[in-house]
């Protein structure tokens, strides 16, 4: 076998190196490449063509893998520079609501100079099918938060009132949890006597999915509107004097046509709150 391939290797160069010579030949005497060449070319001519069809396929592959590679470190860069910007949004967005929280201090100091507060951050609801409560972030541990105290907004309007104290949170239930009741105004008396006008404001649980409270009964005399606004009397010392409590939403007669009660609707949706502000001390004037 050996020898065979040995033999037919000397056959294969020897025609080589014939078919090279007459092609220089015919070059120097003829210039031009010759019959011989000619033939060569022809034969030759489809393995040429494979040849450059196979070089331009590797040529695009090379140039594919490379802009593969070119845009994978593209992407790299990229998700690098939304990794910063999403940081710096993070950074900015803890900003924005530090200063809104300074704001907001601000604002209830400036609009309740009178009250003893603190300042308390909503975590979350704890509330079921019978009860609307929420926690924030003090307690006895941190705070002079004590059981029954007034939770309000900036504004001066009331939430709720703190039910529960624990070291580091307090569970506060809201205006609409059938637990709560404020002594109110509301209205005028058809005397025009505005400094009777008191009523009972509370929880229900037929209007509290509603996001609704409950007016107790109050006979003719006392002239309310749908619209009028309802804030605290500041009777019994529960609460300050003057948080609002929201807007009369409907007024009804009685079963009996003797008296009347209505719903009130909170002024801002309660589910919103993130701020909150809890009055720790104040004086309701005489």
Known sequence: ??????KRTIIIFSASLLLA?????SINVFNTAGPVTGIANTITQP???????????FGDIFSAIYRYEELEKR??????????LESNSR???ELAEENNRLRLLLDFRELHGDYEHEQAAFEGWTSDNFSS???INRGYANSNIQRGMAVATEEGVLIGQIYEVGARQST??????TKFSAAANVGRRDTGDESDSSVTVRGDFTYMRSGLLALDMFDDDLIVRRGDTVITSGRGGVFPRGLIVG??????????????FATVRPLLDINSISIVFVITGFENPE
């Open 1 to 6: 076998m050996k020898a065979i391939l040995t």
């Open 21 to 25: 010579i007459v092609t220089i030949v």
């Open 47 to 57: 393995v040429r063509a494979l040849a450059s069809t196979v070089a331009r396929a």
């Open 75 to 84: 992407n790299e860069e990229l998700v690098a520079r939304i990794a910063i």
């Open 91 to 93: 950074a900015a967005e």
């Open 133 to 135: 409560t929420f926690t």
């Open 172 to 177: 506060v239930i809201t205006i609409l949890d």
């Open 247 to 260: 807007e009369v939403d409907d007024v009804t007669r009685s079963a009996g046509g003797i008296n009347r």
